[in-house]
């Protein structure tokens, strides 16, 4: 008995020694971020930046099948600190290559798993790392943000859901709703990326990278309202054809768990953007640093540029001499105006095909003849295809039109980002890199990381885009387009199809299918083309349109849709921004505002020292707030001394081309 006693004080003891609390620091390489972690019997961090909290004790964990809790009672194993400062080059972004500099802090605990945390100068990042020998199956993941304070946030709730009874289908579209941590709408959900407004102008921004083989992340209120928990979309087992002309799949079954995956892998990246000044979350390279590098060895033949698109203007093109439609006729129209103004493609949208079946062509619509049309005068041809009809066959299709010679596909109605959605999309990224086709992403959840990885998908929707104004008439898009900068662009890329030639004011404004308007000035049309992260770019109007505003037509032209480098000049959010591009020797500038006007000054000294540029200026005219088409273009001398102060209309907007 006296040996069994004292068994179990050991066993006790050991235990107890094995579970105490124990914590940890890691700080930013400027020493301006804390991140500070317990283990205990959870696993929390608390974020920090200037002494002020930015993210109060909030728990991370991972469930397995056989409630295998990861996170729970964790026993800690060891522990690394290392500095990284390095770089790396990013040949379709807004900066020819990207500064990593960071400190990281890996946890090793007992049952093989690890949490990698990392601190970089303008936030954190942590996620888990499992290494077992053996698949897993992920039932849940805990990701907790709670606060100290009732902070105002941005959150951009779940909308047009292609299945009223749920939740996890949408089109990933919505404007931001301003409203407090404790007032988030109840049995609601928001994605990704979000904002958290804190006091003395300093602002965080919610973010997930590296998204692969694994579900997209959702936040909802946490029971006592201070803050946020996870949601996953659980793995689809049932789908059946539904939702928008029925082309989307529809989940009729999911399993209890997230996914079954690699025992020995990587999960996604929990981050956070962290800025005391709003222009510098417009110029933010989170989530590329956070990403894994491309998997494509050669790049030579991926061509960014822009694209003259057809589904926007609804085909609308007149004084000519055929009937305007689906039809070669109008294709031709459309890859003559793309020649003449060295627009590098032409996309031809939903009809060109049977929705459901893209191998059976509009009879009207000679694909052959338009491809060798195309070829003749340097303009590639991309074909719309809906996500489903795509991977039904997804290989044989990708190389059936590759030999015909199509340059790419924008892939719609994706709508979904369970793991089997995630897995396609890199699926449908590797086979198309395969036959050296370009991809844009429509109807689809926010970028993560991917486009580092797979350079040739080089846009994604997931944003509320130019095509809304063609049946919503009471958004506020200046205010949307003066909010995404800050918060969606982090994300990556933005397919949200600019460069309306009609423009209204704010009372003028009115919803048209076959005429659609933008809301704003001419000049905020011209800027977007600047502001907008876009490697793949469409020219939303019609070549009619175009035509008859050939200056604005030129200078649109002239805007490339990759840069060398980005210089976030001012901005706040929601209100105004201007930002400053460069591409080899020459400067691109835009700026834009919401429905308030007023006036900001710029300064050019990013411009290089001792040296005379020549800038072309579109700026609102004197008439924009009665007239939105109006605009004063002239040309001027600057150089990194010049200070120039310019009047933005109500929804304006300024455009330069500096060189």
């Known amino acids: 008995m006296k040996k069994v006693f004292i068994l179990f004080c050991f066993v006790f003891i050991n235990l107890a020694f094995s579970q105490k609390k124990q914590d940890f620091v890691l700080n930013s390489p400027d020493g301006k971020i804390e991140i500070k972690i317990l283990v205990n019997d959870k696993i929390s961090w608390t974020i920090s930046h200037e002494k002020d909290v930015i993210l109060s004790p909030s728990a991370m964990s991972m469930t397995l099948d056989g409630n295998v809790v990861l996170g729970k009672n964790a026993v800690v194993l060891n522990s690394k600190k290392e500095s990284v400062d390095a770089s790396f080059e990013s040949p379709f972004y807004k900066k020819k290559s990207v500064q990593n500099k960071y400190n990281q802090l890996t946890i090793n605990f007992k049952n093989d798993f690890s949490i990698e945390y990392c601190a970089f100068d303008d936030g954190v990042a942590y996620r888990f790392i499992t290494k077992k020998k053996k698949d897993i199956t992920v039932k849940w993941e805990e990701v907790t943000l709670n606060f100290d304070q009732d902070y105002n946030t941005l959150i951009p709730y779940v909308r047009d859901l292609r299945n009223p009874k749920d939740p996890f289908i949408s089109s990933f579209e919505a404007h931001y709703e301003n409203k407090k941590i404790s007032e988030f709408s109840k049995d609601t959900l928001a994605f990704l990326p979000f904002l958290i407004d804190y006091k003395n102008h300093k602002k965080a921004v919610f973010l997930e990278a590296n998204l692969e083989d694994y579900p997209g992340l959702f936040v909802t209120n946490n029971t006592s309202k201070s803050g946020f928990e996870s949601r996953f979309s659980k793995y689809p087992l049932q789908e059946k054809n539904g939702g928008f002309n029925n082309i989307n799949r529809l989940i009729t079954e999911r399993a209890d768990y997230l996914v079954q995956t690699k025992g ?265 083309y600047t502001i907008f992260e876009a490697p793949l770019q469409m020219m939303a109007d019609s070549p009619t349109a175009y035509i008859k505003e050939q200056e604005s037509t030129d200078f649109i032209a002239k805007i490339p849709t990759t840069f060398d480098e980005t210089v976030s000049l001012n901005g706040e959010v929601g209100k105004f921004v201007t930002i400053a591009r460069k591409k080899s020797n020459t400067w691109y500038l835009g700026s834009i505002a919401n429905w308030d006007s007023r006036e900001i000054t710029i300064d050019f000294s990013f411009l290089e020292k001792d040296k005379k540029f020549e800038a072309e200026i579109f700026s609102d005219g004197l008439n924009a707030d009665k007239a939105a088409v109006d605009y004063k273009r002239e040309i001027i001398t600057v150089d990194s001394n010049t200070k120039l102060k310019y009047r933005l209309a109500s929804g304006g907007g300024l455009a330069m081309i500096i060189q």
Request: proline share 5%.
């Open 264 to 528: 020995t892998r990587n999960f996604p990246w929990r981050a956070i953007v962290i800025s005391n000044n709003d222009a510098a979350l417009a110029n933010n390279d989170m989530v590329q640093k956070l990403s894994e590098p491309s998997r494509i060895k050669d790049i030579s033949w991926i061509k960014p540029g822009k694209v003259a698109w057809d589904w926007w203007n609804d085909w609308n093109i007149y004084n000519i001499d055929f009937k305007a439609g689906i039809n070669t006729q109008t294709y031709k129209y459309y890859i003559d105006f793309a020649s003449k103004n060295k627009v590098e493609y032409v996309v031809l949208d939903e009809g060109w095909s049977l929705e459901d079946d893209i191998m059976k062509h509009n009879p009207n619509v000679d694909l052959e003849a338009l491809i060798a049309y195309g070829k003749e005068r340097n303009v590639g041809i991309i074909l719309w295809s809906s996500w489903m009809a795509l991977t039904k066959n997804t290989a044989g299709i990708l190389k059936n039109y590759a030999d015909l010679g199509i340059k790419g596909f924008k892939v719609d109605f994706l709508d979904r980002d369970d793991a089997k959605m995630v897995n396609s999309v890199y699926d449908i990224a590797q086979k198309a890199a395969d036959h050296k086709l370009i991809l844009d992403f429509h109807g689809m959840y926010k970028p993560t990381g991917i486009q580092r990885t797979f350079p040739n998908i080089l846009n994604f929707e997931g944003v509320k885009g130019l095509e809304n104004n063609k049946w919503t008439p009471n958004d506020d898009v200046p205010l949307y387009d003066c909010t995404i900068p800050f918060i969606r662009m982090m994300a990556g890329p933005m397919d949200y199809t600019p460069g309306a030639m009609r423009n209204a004011t704010k009372s003028e404004f009115k919803p048209s299918h076959s005429n659609p308007m933008s809301q704003g000035t001419r000049c905020h049309q011209l800027a977007l």
